[in-house]
């Protein structure tokens, strides 16, 4: 099993920028497809990108992309998201996610929030 931890959110002015951190312990970092996550309140947990083991792979939701960037560092077992020009509608809980199988994702972490004022 892995273990994740969020870290990285607060408070930020629209047209600001957070990097967000997930810092993974137990099986091995590399082992794992990962992906963020975020819930804004009244709505689903939806898809904001994911990355393949390697990095070398990766995919945005419609949403945020070019305005966000997933990368990963397997010898810190650590997985970022790089968000820029954050809107209000950024605003949510983010989660960093991992799974073995594609497009599964059993382990989650616990969430950091993010706001972003107007």
């Known amino acids: 099993q892995v273990q994740l931890v969020e870290s990285g959110g607060g408070l930020v002015q629209a047209g600001g920028s957070l990097r967000l951190s997930c810092a993974a312990s137990?099986?091995?970092?590399?082992?794992?497809?990962m992906g963020w996550f975020r819930q804004a309140p009244g709505k689903e947990r939806e898809l904001v990108a994911r990355s393949n083991r390697s990095g070398g792979s990766t995919y945005y939701a419609d949403s945020v992309k070019g305005q966000f960037t997933i990368s990963r560092d397997n010898a810190k077992s650590t997985l970022y998201l790089q968000m820029n020009s954050l809107k209000p509608e950024d605003k949510a809980v983010y989660y960093c996610?991992?799974?073995?199988?594609?497009?599964?994702?059993?382990?989650w972490g616990q969430g950091t929030q993010v706001t972003v004022s107007s």
């Open positions: 137990g099986r091995t970092f590399s082992s794992y497809n």
């Open positions: 996610a991992a799974g073995t199988r594609v497009y599964e994702y059993p382990y």
